[in-house]
């Protein structure tokens, strides 16, 4: 399912992905929070137009990010675990990291831990486009960072090759010449650790020949 909504976004925007993130409360059942991160630029429509009779090139900003909310029934991690690893796996990535934190309104938590919290949700205080294109994709996205801020969250996180700008990054002996890989993915998900703070990297990528430096 995560799958094929990374394609179709792939083939509206038609821009290389740079990064996946999906993002959810501990909480069964929560809404998913799909980010796509692009690689490109797009006019900046916000600055005023110049007059006909000037010539010249018209400022360009980074791509905003693509925010979706998926609505999906789930009562473990491993169950997203399986969706994220099989988008992961067939669009090439080397690894899927999935990441649980607690949240950052608790004592002792860092500004970066809430910065990180903010960005994990679509809401980056450094993107003067923020926002703007989160409105209507993903209509929880507020609510989903506040309660984060509360009760801790959980972030998978890849970069694909197959449509992606990953293609000349390294050497992976698993993958098909267009950067993708045939499913079903052969890597079984994990389970989660709870409350506590913890990192967890699937490898899906590997290397069969010998280099010699």
């Known amino acids: 399912m995560i799958f ?11 821009r290389p992905l740079a ?8 909480r069964r059942s929560s809404p998913l929070l799909l980010l796509l991160h692009w690689h490109g630029f797009a006019v900046d429509e916000r ?36 969706h994220m690893l099989d988008a992961a796996w067939q669009l090439g990535a080397w690894n899927l990291v999935r990441e649980e934190h607690r949240g950052c309104y608790v004592v002792g938590a860092s500004a970066r831990e809430a910065l990180a919290c903010r960005q994990a949700f ?11 294109h989160v409105a209507v994709e993903a209509p929880d996205r507020a609510s989903m960072r506040d309660i984060a801020a509360r009760l801790g969250y959980v972030r998978w996180l890849f970069r694909p090759v197959a449509d992606g700008l ?15 890989r045939l499913p079903p993915c052969p890597v079984a998900p ?3 650790v709870g409350t506590r703070v913890s990192r967890s990297s699937y490898q899906l990528g590997r290397m069969d020949r010998i280099v010699l430096l």
């Open 4 to 14: 094929d909504i990374i394609r179709q976004q792939v083939g509206v925007l038609r």
């Open 19 to 26: 990064a996946v993130v999906l993002s959810t409360l501990p």
């Open 47 to 82: 600055q005023r137009a110049p007059p006909p009779d000037v010539a010249g090139p018209r400022r360009q900003a980074p791509l905003p990010s693509s925010v979706l909310q998926i609505n999906l029934p789930w009562n473990q991690l491993a169950q997203i675990d399986e």
């Open 122 to 132: 679509g809401d980056n205080p450094f993107d003067p486009a923020d926002g703007a």
């Open 166 to 180: 990953w293609r000349g990054a390294g050497q992976d002996d698993s993958l098909l010449p267009d950067g993708r």
């Open 190 to 192: 994990m389970p989660g």
